[in-house]
């Protein structure tokens, strides 16, 4: 079911991706165009979330193979990604939760935006910007910039909103309140349709530490209250 779900938030991407691109009309009155971005945004961070998966593992449980190539392939279409680098960031992540030694966590500042750009430095490496702008330009052979821009690289950028607000920043921001131990992170309140529509599952943050084995489309079975 695992490999299955996968492949569909895969299609999805790049069926809506290659919709945008060739049948949208690129007006700024055209309000078509506006939700046509934010649904390819959130197909972005569903993209994310998948390689994410297979970082743990759960999309194909106890078949190594199948999470690392899901995990690459997702990864990399989301932004020339290292599955490699991710992963073993993540690990770090999930050994020690909201501290120092957490890539994904800024001790100097809990400010949105000195966070947000700390975390993204950290990310970010000169491989994967040669890879997009290599991308870019052969996509703009048939497809004009603004068009690209627009229908990719916007969706893509405000993912990287998306997933930090609801899977770092408003989880694991300080205070650090006992119900939150031993994982110094918090999570969304019960409403699955809200939980989908905001980051795929991934705002019951508490419920994903506490078992990082559930895929993301199980973690609403997780989240008891």
Same mark, same amino acid.
């Given at each position: 079911?695992?490999v @299955? !779900?996968?492949?569909?938030v895969? #299609? ?6 290659? @919709? *945008? /691109?060739?049948?949208?009309? $690129? ?6 165009? %506006? =939700? ?6 959130? =197909?972005?961070?569903?993209? @994310? ?7 743990h593992?759960?999309?194909r449980?106890?078949h190594d193979?199948?999470n690392?190539?899901v +995990?690459?392939?997702? *990864?990399? #279409?989301?932004?020339? =990604?290292?599955?490699a680098?991710l ?7 999930h ?13 100097? &500042? ?12 950290r ?7 040669? !890879?997009?702008?290599i /991308?870019?330009?052969?996509l &703009? ?6 068009? #690209?821009?627009?229908?990719? !690289? ?5 993912s990287?909103f998306? $997933?930090?607000? @609801? ?17 110094? *992170?918090?999570?969304l309140?019960?409403?699955?349709? #809200?939980?989908?529509? *905001?980051?795929w599952?991934?705002? %019951? ?7 990082? +084995? ?5 973690l %609403? ?5």
């Open positions: 079911m695992g @299955f !779900i996968a492949i569909i895969v #299609l999805a991407w790049f069926g809506h991706l290659a @919709f *945008s /691109l060739l049948f949208v009309e $690129m007006n700024l009155s055209n309000p078509w165009m %506006y =939700l046509h971005v934010l649904i390819q945004a959130h =197909l972005f961070t569903g993209l @994310f979330i998948t390689g994410h998966d297979g970082m593992g759960t999309i449980p106890f193979t199948t690392r190539i +995990g690459t392939v997702a *990864s990399f #279409l989301y932004a020339g =990604l290292s599955f680098r992963k073993k960031n993540h690990q770090k992540h050994d020690h939760p909201g501290t120092g030694a957490d890539p994904d966590y800024c001790e100097r &500042s809990q400010n949105f935006f000195i966070w947000y750009f700390t975390f993204m430095w990310y970010v490496t000169i491989w994967q910007i040669l !890879i997009m702008a /991308l870019f330009n052969v &703009s052979i048939w497809f004009s910039e603004m068009r #690209l821009v627009i229908l990719w !690289i916007v969706p893509a950028f405000l990287t998306q $997933m930090f607000y @609801f899977g770092v920043y408003a989880p694991h921001r300080q205070p650090h309140r006992d119900e939150m131990m031993p994982y110094r *992170s918090r999570t309140q019960r409403n699955h349709t #809200l939980a989908f529509l *905001s980051c599952f991934f705002g %019951y943050h508490y419920e994903h530490h506490q078992s990082p +084995g559930t895929p993301w489309w199980k %609403y079975q997780k989240k008891m209250i």
